[in-house]
């Protein structure tokens, strides 16, 4: 299963061994995940700005990441959020051929379903796809 984690559920994952790490943990035997380069920008952006990482540290997280993930090109264009960050995340989604967005964010979250690509919380998918 092709997933695209939101760059919230991965900042949580580096920085907290808690609920996300753990779903994670769990999830990277059974799914392929997918990333786009604004994924992997917002998280080094928000490790140093919002944790405090240096830049250096804020990188090798970032590194991680990308080796986790499929890195996607993103061709394609969304304009039905009112944040463009969202639409990229949907793009981002599309172009990658997810399944599964997993996401915090409640204005993607309220949408529930973009082109067959389920948007769930991370409890939602650890429920839903990681609990058999």
Do not use: Y
């Amino acid at each position: 299963m092709r997933v695209l984690l939101d760059s919230n559920v991965w900042l949580a994952v580096l920085t907290t061994d808690g609920f996300c790490r753990n779903v994670w943990r769990r999830a990277r035997r059974a799914c392929t995940f997918s990333a786009s380069q604004d994924v992997l920008d917002e998280v080094e952006e928000k490790l140093r700005s919002k944790f405090g990482f240096s830049p250096r540290h804020a990188r090798l997280m970032t590194l991680f990441v990308q080796r986790q993930t499929e890195t996607v090109q993103v061709v394609s264009t969304v304009g039905i959020c009112r944040d463009p960050d969202d639409n990229r995340i949907l793009a981002a989604a599309r172009d990658s051929r997810c399944s599964l967005l997993v996401t915090g964010d409640s204005d993607l979250l309220i949408l529930k379903e973009f082109e067959g690509i389920s948007i769930v919380t991370p409890r939602e998918f650890m429920v839903s796809v990681l609990t058999d």
